[in-house]
């Protein structure tokens, strides 16, 4: 089973395609799949469910899922992790609860509400040309997008009465951690997470390493990078600033971490970076 990971805050995707396909993942963040278009089934946690265009589905962190397409279908994804939610204004954040507390982990269209179906797909193409075009204050206004469906979302499953017990995983825990302490590299050696988590430092590299598919030290960096890369694309802030906000010793320690896993130095990539693409998934 494939285990996909995310590095950055939020990400949108799409993906058109009429391949059938049984393969089941299981992501280390939140993901809900729009469908644009198209016919088929939705696989969540041994489940089935017949999907058809207008459906928003909802997956957790270690939820088994996949998709078998029986029509060509055009899917829209929206990705972010448990620490862009934690990064919103608390008000909004606790009206939120219900998708943490009682959503049933179930297939099928969280939309309870018809008219919210033409909402989402309103707000969704929308996401999509803002991802294309990237025009000013793009990002904003794509935040702005999200946080809009994953308020409807949250309406919708208050609107279900579904009850379910809380839905927390240690691998996700872990990631919260990381995610939550990006900015202090010491709090995130192997020594300092075994003893927040009360393991073993070679257990907790081990157990890191099952659940995730990457090494601890490989999701940092990469979580790390993908900070990173977003602020050299989305700010203005001078280098030096942004080594400093990431816990580097100064900007060559940060220029050689960069080059070593981008092939180009931050100014560079700064520079040559083109408009962003959108994510495929499944």
């Known amino acids: 089973m494939q285990i996909r990971n995310l590095h950055k805050p939020f990400e949108i995707g799409l993906l058109e395609t009429d391949d059938y396909t049984a393969k089941e993942y299981k992501n280390t963040y939140f993901e809900m799949v729009f469908i644009l278009e198209g016919k088929g089934v939705q696989v969540i946690n041994k489940h089935k469910l017949p999907y058809s265009p207008n459906k928003l589905f909802l997956l957790f962190p270690q939820d088994i899922h996949g998709f078998e397409?029986?029509?060509?279908?055009?899917?829209?994804?929206?990705?972010f992790n448990k620490s862009y939610l934690k990064a919103q204004p608390k008000e909004w954040l606790q009206k939120l609860e219900y998708i943490f507390h009682n959503h049933n982990h179930m297939p099928g269209?969280?939309?309870?509400?018809?008219?919210?179906?033409?909402?989402?797909?309103?707000?969704?193409?929308?996401?999509?040309?803002?991802?294309?075009?990237?025009?000013?204050?793009?990002?904003?206004?794509?935040?702005?997008?999200?946080?809009?469906?994953?308020?409807?979302?949250?309406?919708?499953?208050?609107?279900?009465?579904?009850?379910?017990?809380?839905?927390?995983?240690?691998p996700v825990?872990?990631?919260?951690?990381?995610?939550?302490?990006?900015?202090?590299?010491?709090?995130?050696?192997?020594?300092?997470?075994?003893?927040h988590f009360h393991y073993s430092p070679t257990y907790i590299s081990e157990y890191f390493k099952r659940e995730t598919g990457e090494s601890l030290q490989q999701y940092i960096n990469a979580y790390r990078l993908g900070l990173i890369e977003s602020r050299l694309l989305h700010t203005s802030l001078r280098l030096g600033e942004i080594a400093a906000e990431f816990g580097f010793a100064d900007t060559s320690h940060l220029n050689k971490i960069f080059r070593k896993y981008k092939g180009m130095s931050p100014s560079l990539y700064r520079k040559t970076k083109g408009k962003p693409k959108l994510t495929p998934g499944i």
């Open 109 to 170: 269209c969280i939309l309870k509400t018809i008219s919210d179906k033409p909402m989402i797909r309103s707000l969704s193409e929308a996401l999509i040309r803002e991802q294309e075009e990237a025009g000013i204050h793009h990002q904003e206004v794509m935040q702005q997008l999200l946080n809009t469906i994953i308020t409807i979302a949250a309406r919708n499953i208050a609107l279900s009465h579904t009850t379910s017990q809380h839905y927390a995983a240690q």
């Open 69 to 79: 397409i029986h029509e060509t279908t055009r899917f829209f994804f929206l990705r």
């Open 173 to 195: 825990s872990m990631l919260d951690y990381v995610h939550q302490n990006i900015y202090r590299p010491d709090a995130l050696r192997t020594e300092k997470l075994a003893e």
